[in-house]
């Protein structure tokens, strides 16, 4: 444990795990563990991106039909 109680409790921890396992393996397993936090936050984000457009598409779909079914949108010639 550290020494001085005036430290944060999360560097007091740090500090505990530098002295219990060595500094190389705590530096491995945490950017091993915030590689992996990284990688899932960027393949949540990207589903829900894949399904925003998914139900995005149906929907402009659906505009273009309607605007072309419209008899007041078609063009009229002048004689």
Known sequence: ?????????????????VATYGLLPV??????LILTVWISLGA???????????RRIPHA??????F???PDNHRRETP
Not at 27 to 32: D, L, N, R, Y
Not at 44 to 54: G, V
Not at 61 to 66: V, W
């Open 1 to 17: 444990m550290s020494a001085d109680p005036s430290l944060p409790p999360v560097v007091d921890w740090f500090i505990n795990l």
């Open 27 to 32: 530096i491995f397993v945490g950017s091993g």
């Open 44 to 54: 949540l984000l990207d589903r829900a991106e894949r399904q925003r457009e998914q």
């Open 61 to 66: 779909i659906h505009q273009l039909e309607l």
């Open 68 to 70: 072309a079914n419209d």
